[in-house]
């Protein structure tokens, strides 16, 4: 039996069930085949509120903060043979994790983003019964809750040495942190780990809320692959900053007025007599990167091309318009040309 666990101590960031629920959903749509097993939340607050499938199981009542996780490891808590799979509430799942699901390796865990040679609790793995001297050391030791280390530094000591596999090195690719990777979409990884500030609901803008919530995005609809490297593309817009040319500026008012934007792809030519239409009824046409090379012959002239590919094979794409929009990520190929 696979359970997929978490940790709600004290109503999490005052949002604890919103958690919960939003790290379920991110599991369950990340899963091709949806969620076999249990996914099982350890709270101390009242089970209301919870989606339907959650589990919930009580923690006990002596521990503090992170140290909740180290009851995980009781031997009694799962059957023997099971497997756990352990997230922090504030770990966003963005893409496929049935390599997770699937692992039935010895105890993995995070290796420490700052700190290579430590450990990082925020997704574990394990077998039931095999690591259980983690809480049994706890618990002789009478629950030693000084250590600033938290959970991660009890783990580190008593973890079956030779016996721990680190995540990144399993699955070299799966795994980024939030506040290491900036805070860019991340463009491999099913698993964004946040740790320390910010939190998920702390994000108010960009990829993350469109992640973080029931029935977000995942990594398919978010994944944005370019075609040129970063390297060039902020050499291109060093170098289109530096020419005396105009920018864009956000228009305060309204503007009148249609404008048919068109873009490449087989149907455009089924649109030229619509496009021919548009134009007639005054309505202005841009065309976007090559896809004038599709309504070449047609009698329709171009109010504007807009130029946006970084790559300096757009230079050739440049065609007769009015007015040129050129992205400054462009090649200064196009930038030279016009």
Not at 68 to 94: Q, V
Not at 110 to 133: C, H, I, K, N
Not at 160 to 185: D, H, T
Not at 218 to 235: D, F, I, Y
Request: aromatic share 12%; net charge negative.
């Amino acid at each position: 039996m696979l359970n997929i666990v978490t940790v709600n101590w004290q109503n999490y960031q005052g949002r604890g069930v919103e958690y919960v629920n939003n790290l379920f959903d991110m599991v369950r749509r990340n899963l091709a085949e949806g969620l076999e097993g249990r996914f099982i939340v350890f709270a101390d607050g009242p089970c209301e509120g919870y989606r339907e499938g959650i589990e919930v199981r009580g923690l006990p009542d002596h521990l503090k903060g992170w140290f909740n996780k180290l009851y995980l490891f009781k031997s009694d808590l799962f059957n023997p043979g099971d497997r756990i799979l352990f997230f922090d509430l504030d770990t966003l799942i963005t893409g496929p994790v049935d390599a997770l699901a699937l692992y039935r390796g010895s105890f993995a865990i995070l290796r420490d983003f700052y700190r290579p040679s430590g450990m990082q609790s925020s997704v574990m793995a394990w077998t039931a019964g095999e690591q259980s001297e983690i809480w049994n050391s706890f618990e002789t030791a009478g629950f030693p809750s000084d250590n600033p280390g938290g959970d991660q530094a009890w783990i580190e000591l008593q973890a079956c040495k030779g016996q721990v596999r680190f995540w990144q090195s399993l699955f070299p690719e799966m795994f980024v942190s939030y506040k290491a990777n900036g805070g860019r979409i991340p463009d491999k990884a099913s698993v964004v780990v946040f740790h320390g500030l910010p939190r998920p609901h702390e994000v108010l803008e960009g990829w993350v809320p469109r992640v973080w919530k029931e029935g977000g995005l995942t990594h398919s609809e978010l994944k944005a692959v370019c075609n040129t490297a970063q390297e060039a593309l902020l050499a291109n817009v060093r170098s289109a900053s530096e020419r005396d040319l105009r920018w864009f500026e956000v228009a305060e008012n309204e503007i009148e007025g249609h404008v048919a934007i068109i873009g490449g792809g087989p149907s455009v030519k089924d649109m030229i007599e619509e496009i021919q239409y548009r134009q007639g009824l005054g309505q202005a046409v841009w065309v976007l990167n090559n896809a004038a090379l599709a309504l070449k012959d047609t009698g329709i002239y171009f109010d504007a091309q807009v130029l946006l590919d970084a790559r300096p094979e757009t230079a050739k794409f440049i065609t007769d318009a009015t007015e040129y929009f050129v992205a400054s990520q462009c090649d200064h190929s196009v930038f030279d040309h016009l």
